[in-house]
Structures are given as C-alpha cells and as structure tokens.
C-alpha cells in the first residue's frame, strides 16, 4: 500500500518546530512494508488542507494526518476531512463524556473550547485517545482511508502502533499483496557527498528497473555522509539476503574507488568503531586535545562501558600544559613535532596502550604561522608513531567538531590497517 503523511500546522513551514512525526512515521511505515512516497506539509488553512488532502488521496492508498485536532479556533483538520469526505460533522457525546472526566480527575473544569474535539466526520471511527483529549479517527473515502492523528507526538505515536498500523495491515492484506522493507546505512568518513555518488554511479544505473533495491545519500555533517539501501523482499528472510548481498557489493566498490572510508553501520558512531576495535584487542587509549578541548573525550564517554578502554584526557589548551605535563618541546604547538609529542606525552601521562592527540588552528586567525583549519594528529602505539596532517574546513566550531572525528578516524585506519 501507498501511504501518504501530511504534517498539519503553520509553525512548521515557519520553522518553529520540527516536523519529527513524519520522520517517525516514514521509518515506521517502512519497517511494516508500507510504502510512504510522498509526504507535505500545510498551514491551518482550510481550502488548502483540502487540497492538500485531496492531493494526497489522489495519488496513495491511505493518508495520515498528524495534527490540527487540538481544541482551538485553528485546529480545522476534522472539517477538513469532513469536506473531503463530502459529510457533515457530528457531535460524539460520549467523546464529550471522557474528555469531561478528564479534565475532573485532575480537579479541573471543562473548558468549552474542548467541545470541538467531539466534532466527528459523519462515517468514521474514533480512535480513543490514552494520553490527551484529542480523539483519532479513521476516515473512510472510497476504497481509501484518511487517518488523523494528534500532533504531539508521544500521542500520535501511541495511536499509530494502537490502532492505525493494524488497520492498515489488515488493509494490505485484503490486497493480497505484502512485502517488507528493510534499511542498511553505511557510514563514511573522508569523501564528499558527490564522490560517493560518482564512485557508485554505475551501480546506480544497474539499479534503474530493480524495484527491489535502492540507494540513496544523506550528509550528515560532522557524522559523515551515510549511504543508505533499502530492500524490498517478499519476506524478511528475502529483503535481508537482497540487502546483505547488495551491501557487499556497495563495500567493495567503495573500497576499490575511495579507499577505507566506511567505518559504521546503522547507528555504528564513530566512537562506537573505535571501542569496538579497542575490546577486541584489549587495548587502552589516552588523549591529548588542543583546538578540540575536550570534544574527543565527550564523544567515547558516550559510550556504555568506556572507562574499560578509555584512560582519559589531557585538555592541553595552554602551550605550558603542553610543555609541563606531556613533555612537549618549547616551539610552535601548531606542528608535526608537537602533535607527535602531545601523543607520546598522553600514552604516558596517562599509562595507555595508545596515544591520540590533536592540535591546531580552529581560527578566525592564524597561528604559529598555520592558517585557520590546519590540523596535525600524532598518534603513538605499541607498534609506531605518526603524524596526520589536515585541511579542514569551515567556521571555527565546524573545525574542532570535524577535528574531532577526523582524529578518530585516523586512529580507526591505524588499527584497521595494523590490527595494533
């Protein structure tokens, strides 16, 4: 089934607020074998919710309406609905009846407003709310289906799980049509969104008439861009083999044109890959940060269990802390020398199997004759020492946040290539 999401209210296409129930939902319907190709996004005006709706309809099999069903003069999604439905609205009082003991069991009158919320489409079903006053509905038009959702969104996903999705798979069964959907993301540090797609571009054209798979691109900024395949089997057992097989086939061919580039899958962080490769050799880690200040250590202690692997971290801002506690020589501290020292000095200092250090300049100005956006990690391990230089780009805080995953992924390639 083709299942289309319209987000109701003006304060997401102002920008207020996020519009994280589509996102929710799109992941959700997806996860089922529902097809979501369409979603939009509508102010609380009446003859374009209609069109909107009707648009909807038009093109998919079911829609969802998140939004609009609150107690206030611009919460019109029921009449809208009802106008799309070509029915008049009805007054339900015994919708009446639980908001009213609602409001009493929390010592509170009814105000009259909330009467709106009792407005039903003539023909369709109330999903009864656990969590608020606004009720769901389940609109029928046609051989297709409006449902409309709260907006907040431990509500509408409360409904979705409760009510719509059961509906909405009893429906796709009726079809005689089911399939399931299943995601991958591959994770990547180093490259750019458009030599991803280059390096793939062949196997993008392969893909063309495979409705069974897909590939897209999100950047994701300081999280590296992440490659994405979708599978569509006739049950998981098959959509898992398409998408296994197609990953392969993805990896080598980033791997022969990019080089080791993927470091993650799914919700793999960076940070996740470097504890991962530390238990498995059973090695330990200390940090000497500059520009960073700290960043570097905030991201492995996220990490459940870091303190097994993890010795800590010198926030070496000041040039003394760099000379008086890791041992670096007097000299510029924007360098390869110092970097390399910085490294030795935590391995140290901090009694770790590894050192990782950072330094460099995050701007707006130059320093020890480096410009804004230079860069030098040392690393020191069991098995050698060196120093990688960087370029990076960006303002001052997008600089120390890429210098912070880059100096990991400089410490990931290392164990990768030499299993330290």
């Given amino acids: ?47 374009r919710m209609v069109l909107a709706f009707r648009t909807a309809l038009a093109r998919s099999d079911a829609l969802i309406v998140c939004g609009g069903l609150g107690p206030t003069q611009d919460d019109i999604t029921r009449a809208a609905i009802a106008e799309v439905m070509n029915v008049p609205l009805e ?51 046609g051989q297709k289906v409006i449902y409309a959702v709260p907006g907040v969104p431990y509500e509408m996903t409360d409904m979705f799980e409760r009510a719509i999705l059961p509906d909405l798979l009893e429906r796709q069964r009726l079809t005689g049509v089911s399939s399931v959907i299943k995601s991958r993301v591959l994770r990547t540090w180093g490259t750019s969104e458009s030599a991803l797609a280059q390096a793939l571009d062949d196997r993008f054209d392969s893909l063309d008439d495979d409705a069974r798979m897909t590939i897209a691109f999100l950047a994701s900024g300081i999280e590296g861009i992440k490659v994405r395949l979708t ?26 044109e990019l080089g080791d580039i993927v470091f993650g899958v799914d919700d793999e962080t960076m940070e996740v890959a470097i504890a991962t490769r530390l238990l498995e050799r059973k090695l330990t880690l200390g940090l000497a940060e500059s520009l960073t200040g700290g960043l570097i250590a905030s991201r492995l202690v996220n990490v459940a269990g870091a303190s097994s692997w993890f010795r800590g971290g010198v926030v070496s801002y000041a040039s003394e802390v760099k000379f008086d506690v890791l041992g670096v020589p007097e000299g510029p501290v924007v360098s390869e020398a110092a970097a390399l020292a910085m490294a030795k000095g935590a391995r140290r200092v901090l009694a770790a199997d590894i050192g990782l250090s950072v330094t460099g ?31 990076l780009p960006g303002d001052r805080p997008r600089v120390r946040s890429y210098s912070a995953i880059s100096a990991l992924d400089v410490l990931r390639r290392e164990l990768d290539a030499t299993h330290v």
Avoid: Y
């Avoid at 589509?22 to 509508?42: C, D, I, M, P, R």
């Avoid at 015994?94 to 407003?113: L, T």
């Fill in 1 to 47: 089934m083709r299942v289309e999401i319209v987000a109701v209210g003006t304060e997401l296409l102002l920008g207020q607020i996020a519009d994280t129930n589509s996102q929710w939902l799109g992941e959700h319907l997806a996860a089922n074998g529902l097809t979501s190709q369409f979603h939009q996004h509508v102010g609380d005006n009446h003859q």
């Fill in 91 to 141: 007054r339900d009082e015994k919708i009446i009846d639980v908001i009213s003991a609602m409001f009493a069991s929390r010592q509170r009158s009814m105000p009259e407003n909330n009467l709106l919320q009792a407005d039903v489409p003539k023909g369709a079903t109330i999903v009864p709310q656990t969590r608020g006053t606004a009720p769901g509905l389940i609109c029928p038009v």
């Fill in 231 to 256: 599978a569509r089997g006739d049950d998981e057992a098959h959509a898992v083999s398409l998408l296994e097989a197609e990953e392969k086939t993805v990896r080598e061919i980033i791997t022969r």
């Fill in 361 to 391: 300049v995050a701007g707006p100005d130059s320093q020890d004759g480096q410009k804004p956006g230079t860069v030098f990690v040392g690393l020191a391990t069991p098995s050698g020492e060196q120093v990688t230089a960087l370029h």
